[in-house]
């Protein structure tokens, strides 16, 4: 195999690897009711911390299946909780575009710009 050849695979291998975490620009969330942090997005994932109802958590990224987001809190170390447990931090006129979208506590909830 050639150096040409080994290039289109590489290439071709990239393109079809699904990704599993799409990253956002921080977002503003509040925790809708105390849940366990998690060390990667899922209930399987070690417990590293835990966050209350009512903490304010910068959302980092979520999971591309939208049910887990790594959040970051002053309270215990980064990790990930479930996204129905979180909601937008409210400003004034939500701002849908080009953010991470989940079904939250309160309705679908959209992260990023």
């Known amino acids: ?3 040409k050849q080994l290039a289109i695979l590489t290439a071709l291998a990239g393109a079809i690897t699904p990704i599993a975490v799409s990253p956002v620009e921080a977002a503003r969330a509040v925790v809708t009711r105390s849940t366990n942090v998690h060390s990667g997005p899922g209930s399987d994932f ?4 835990r966050v209350r109802g009512g903490d304010r ?3 980092t990224r979520c999971a591309s ?8 809190s002053r309270h215990t170390r980064d990790g990930w909780v479930r996204s129905r447990f979180l909601d937008r931090v409210s400003r004034r006129g939500p701002n849908r575009r080009g953010g991470i ?4 506590a309160h309705g679908e909830v959209c992260l990023g710009r």
Do not use: A, H, K, T
């Not at 070690?46 to 911390?49: D, P, Q």
């Not at 299946?65 to 970051?72: I, N």
């Open 65 to 72: 299946s939208r049910r887990w987001c790594r959040v970051q």
């Open 1 to 3: 195999m050639n150096l």
């Open 46 to 49: 070690r417990v590293i911390g």
């Open 101 to 104: 979208c989940f079904f939250g």
């Open 57 to 59: 958590v910068n959302v």
